[in-house]
């Protein structure tokens, strides 16, 4: 896995053109969102498992990063085997391992739209997928689609997430949701939508106004 983060970092650090308010010392500031949410999402669940594990251990490399932390774990493997929590440890490793993967070499033509509520598996899905609506997990559970996009929107919309057209359409498609540029322009012309700013001369919207007329 330590092998492996230094990529998932550089996928995860890229940052789309849609800029959210972020909670941070008190203040709020606008920031850009990730462009590939899952990919951020995994690298802080993998850098908290990390540091969870060398707790567990006592090892006093809190500043260290996860790659490090990792590698130190990796070398007391055989302390870990010996605990009463090494199967559930063992669990969740495998878990990490497998996501990180998918990330790195995504199933062909699936999207990764969320985490499934029963277990918080990655969510891949095809078009056929998407089209049904529904899909079945590994964990045996039925996980329906529009409420795991939902979700990440909600997630993205309630921190004010705002782009142009063109950056929100990119976003949503990054989701699963097809909605054209064009689409989103036509609503503002008719008055369904309004924009909030302007960036380079072109109007910006929110991502919760989008949505909301995505839904209406
Ligand atoms: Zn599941």
Not at 123 to 150: K, Y
Not at 162 to 169: C, P
């Amino acid at each position: 896995m330590a092998a492996r983060l230094p990529d998932l970092r550089i996928i995860a650090a890229k940052k789309a053109t849609v800029m959210a308010k972020e909670q941070g010392h008190g203040s709020r500031t606008v920031a850009p969102i990730p462009l590939n949410a899952g990919a951020w999402q995994l690298q802080q669940s993998i850098e908290k498992f990390s540091r969870t594990l060398a707790g567990v251990l006592t090892l006093q490399y809190g500043h260290l990063p996860a790659e490090s932390l990792l590698k130190a774990v990796a070398q007391r493997a055989p302390a870990l085997m010996q605990r009463r929590d090494a199967a559930s440890i063992h669990t969740l490793a495998s878990i990490a391992s497998r996501r990180l993967d998918r990330q790195l070499e995504p199933p062909q033509s699936r999207i990764l739209i969320g985490q499934c509520p029963y277990c918080g598996d990655d969510v891949w899905s095809s078009e056929d997928d998407l089209a049904a609506g529904w899909q079945p997990c590994n964990c045996g559970q039925t996980i329906n689609i529009p409420s795991v996009q939902e979700q990440r929107i909600f997630k993205l919309a309630i921190s004010d997430a705002q782009g142009t057209a063109a950056a929100l359409s990119k976003l949503l498609k990054s989701c699963g949701i097809t909605v054209r540029r064009q689409t989103i322009s036509e609503w503002k012309r008719r008055g369904i939508i309004n924009s909030v700013s302007t960036q380079d001369g072109k109007p910006v919207f929110l991502l919760w106004d989008v949505w909301a007329a995505v839904t209406r």
